[in-house]
């Protein structure tokens, strides 16, 4: 039997697609529990926008957004590039779907419209552009106007925001449906995220005095939108807590593979490139067909541990391009064919992207959005 064939998966076409022992299972009841579990904490009537930029932080952008469309868990969604939004549009999803990122070249306007998806004008230069593209199209074309209050990314700044919105009410076509900005340091700053969320309310209530305050405003990701209810405005633009990767909420990602290899080496006994590993003792050493090539980074290398049989089992020695040594050495559960964890839990032991981050001195974002399209996202739970 191909180790495939035992690979938990919905449907047995998702399980011949792959041999390689190596899968992410992302459980989709977990991100709509997710999504629905930070709603509940809403006001009624706020909106959720679902950010599923870079294929869902890794997790699979197109079953994630039609987990979250069919359970109604989220209103919109937001993505980083047009040909994002595009790829969900190809796949059926109909939820209204902002492009959180910049509209360069400016004739990916078109693309974008075309395709529905709302653009953004971080510019009156875009601006301009989207009411032409609204009067090529013949078309009302309805786009978020972006300010930058203190993220320094893109985005206008407050008054030049604010100049937009106003040349945008015009009537040329193009309408500022909503007014958003991104917030720098709302996880560790509150200091700093009062002033940003200052300036974005004296935008607001400048144009509300001229009756042009855009329908929707928005301004919190995860942490933005369960620390500082004052942030919420009309919409929040949950990433990190959906995926289950914010304290408090579910993890949705399980990264497995198999051992396919199984020695004893003698005490004293390299393993992998540079020889930075070496017996102590006698040791049983198992082989993962995973690397960092699959986005399972090479800082983990002699640091980060799988789990097999429930134990946790240290990496040993480089982590490589496609493979990965672990000391099973008195695992009795270690045999070739054994299921590994290097991401979730397996018994009571859990290995969380938190850790494996915090090993990188890197953040869970990266870590998850790291893993490369090498390795198959196998869904589960609810909607699979
Ligand atoms: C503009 C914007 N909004 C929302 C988010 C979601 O943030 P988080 O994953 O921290 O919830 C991101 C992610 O970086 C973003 O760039």
């Keep these: ?76 969604l937001g993505v980083s590039s047009v040909e994002e939004g595009v790829a969900l549009r190809d796949a059926g999803l109909r939820l209204p779907i902002l492009v959180l990122g910049s509209l360069y070249p400016f004739e990916s306007v078109l693309a974008a419209v075309a395709h529905g998806l709302t653009p953004i004008a971080a510019s009156l230069e875009s601006a301009k552009r989207l009411v032409e593209v609204a009067e090529r199209l013949g078309r009302r074309v309805d786009c978020h106007v972006k300010i930058d209050t203190g993220m320094g990314r893109i985005g206008a700044r407050p008054q030049a925001a604010e100049e937009i919105v106003r040349f945008l009410s015009r009537g040329g076509g193009a309408r500022a449906q909503g007014l958003y900005t991104h917030l720098a340091r709302a996880e560790d700053d509150p200091e700093f995220t009062a002033e940003q969320l200052r300036l974005f309310r004296g935008a607001l209530a400048a144009l509300a005095r001229e009756g042009l305050r855009p329908p929707l405003a928005h301004a919190a990701n995860s942490a933005a939108a369960l620390k ?44 992998s490139y540079g020889a930075t590993w070496r017996a102590r003792r006698v040791s049983r050493v198992a082989t993962l067909p995973i690397g960092y090539a699959d986005g399972y980074p090479r800082a983990l290398s002699n640091r980060a541990d799988a789990l097999v049989g429930g134990r946790r089992c240290r990496v040993i020695g480089r982590v490589t391009m496609d493979q990965t040594m672990i000391d099973v050495t008195g695992v009795a559960a270690a045999r070739v064919g054994e299921d590994a964890v290097l991401i979730g839990a397996q018994g009571r032991e859990r290995v969380d992207a938190a850790e494996l981050a915090r090993l990188c001195g890197t953040i869970p974002y990266e870590t998850a959005a790291a893993l490369s399209s090498r390795v198959p996202r196998v869904p589960v739970g609810v909607g699979a």
């Design 228 to 271: 500082f209810p004052s942030a919420r405005f009309d919409m929040v633009r949950p990433g990190l807590a959906a995926y289950g990767l914010y304290p408090g909420f579910e993890p949705a990602l399980t990264l497995k593979t198999k051992i396919v290899f199984l020695k004893t080496v003698p005490k004293g006994a390299s393993v």
């Design 1 to 76: 039997m191909p180790p495939s064939a035992q690979v938990q998966a919905p449907t047995p076409a998702v399980a011949r697609r792959f041999f390689r022992p190596t899968w992410a299972e992302v459980d989709l009841g977990a991100i709509v529990r997710n999504l629905t579990a930070l709603r509940a904490r809403l006001k009624s009537g706020t909106r959720v926008m679902f950010v599923v930029k870079a294929n869902a932080y890794g997790h699979g952008a197109e079953a994630c957004a039609r987990a979250a469309e069919r359970a109604r868990a989220a209103d919109w």
